[in-house]
């Protein structure tokens, strides 16, 4: 098992650096390098150095809004994919995102707005309320179908992954650029 290791805001060791993994699948536990605490919420996605594997889009997702908070907290989706953004709570929000990949507004609602969004370009899409300044949420866009997040046990599971050389990103909402972390890798299969 491999480790990726974060200290206060940014990921330090990004793990098989550049070295050949003999396996389909990949387990891996992701440590806060100073409180040694696991930690969720860690994106850990594989992109084939030859270009040719592009994701499909995925079933539409949900990000709710439950408790004055975004739950999921972070949503990792495909190019292409449709969220909805229902509203669980009693009160109304005002959702919004000002980041390149998809800048949009929901104004004040209650309930379900019209309809999901479409996001159809990568990157990392932070949402806010403007109503509720502390709700913070993230929607990260990939362009391969070969990713995991961590759990709240900081451990996530990549399976059925073909043999060939990938660059492996990692990253996590609280790197400080917002952008991954990535390390070259290279997958033989299993003997």
Not at 1 to 15: A, D, F, P, S, Y
Not at 31 to 37: C, R
Not at 130 to 156: C, E, K
Request: contains cysteine.
């Amino acid at each position: 098992m491999k480790h990726i290791k974060l200290n206060g805001l940014l990921l330090l060791t990004l793990l098989c650096c550049g070295q050949t993994v003999w396996a389909a699948s990949m387990n891996i536990t992701v440590y806060d390098e100073v409180s040694g605490q696991a930690l969720p919420y860690v994106i850990v996605s594989l992109h084939d150095t030859s270009g040719q594997q592009k994701a499909s889009a995925m079933p539409l997702q949900v990000m709710d809004q439950v408790g004055k908070t975004f739950v999921p907290h972070v949503l990792p989706i495909t190019v292409g994919t449709s969220v909805s953004f229902p509203n669980s709570d009693d009160i109304r929000h005002h959702l919004y995102s000002f980041d390149k990949p998809k800048p949009f507004e929901l104004p004040l609602y209650e309930g379900t707005p019209t309809g999901p969004i479409l996001f159809d370009k990568t990157g990392v899409v932070r949402l806010g309320c403007n109503i509720h300044d502390w709700m913070r949420g993230y929607i990260y866009i990939l362009d391969t179908p070969l990713f995991a997040m961590s759990n709240a046990d900081g451990q996530l599971t990549m399976q059925n992954i073909p043999a060939g050389d990938y660059y492996m990103e990692a990253w996590h909402p609280r790197i400080k650029t917002r952008k991954p972390l990535v390390s070259k890798l290279r997958l033989s299969k299993v003997r």
